[in-house]
């Protein structure tokens, strides 16, 4: 069974950062592409970052220059590198991991808690 557990979350000024981790178990984690969503409060889950399995990355516009993805294989583990954070980051984030048609494998994991606030 594919499970996701989440890390690393806080609470953290405006203009702070934030790294996030998320292990993965019970997939072949290389073999495949990798993501961090985001859900705020009343609003939808929302894709933040995507790293492929060869480490291409990609970013919506609302996070680019300031979120990094990047994974370590060998310890089957993502992460999500927030830096000049801003109140509009507050959420809970989650991780999954998708096939090659950008179906998520596994079912949402507890996500970790990003509060940026003074």
């Known amino acids: 069974q594919v499970q996701f557990v989440e890390s690393g979350g806080g609470l953290v000024q405006p203009g702070g950062s934030l790294r996030l981790s998320c292990e993965a178990s019970?997939?072949?984690?290389?073999?495949?592409?990798m993501a961090w969503y985001r859900q705020a409060s009343g609003k939808q889950r929302a894709q933040v970052a995507f790293i492929t399995n060869g480490g291409t990355t990609n970013y919506p516009d609302s996070v680019k220059g300031r979120f990094t993805i990047s994974r370590d294989n060998t310890k089957n583990t993502v992460y999500l590198q927030m830096n000049s954070l801003k109140s509009e980051d507050t959420a809970i984030y989650y991780c999954?991991?998708?096939?090659?048609?950008?179906?998520?494998?596994?079912?949402w994991g507890q996500g970790t808690q990003v509060t940026v606030s003074f």
């Open positions: 999954n991991a998708l096939n090659g048609f950008g179906a998520r494998l596994g079912d």
């Open positions: 019970g997939m072949n984690f290389s073999r495949f592409g």
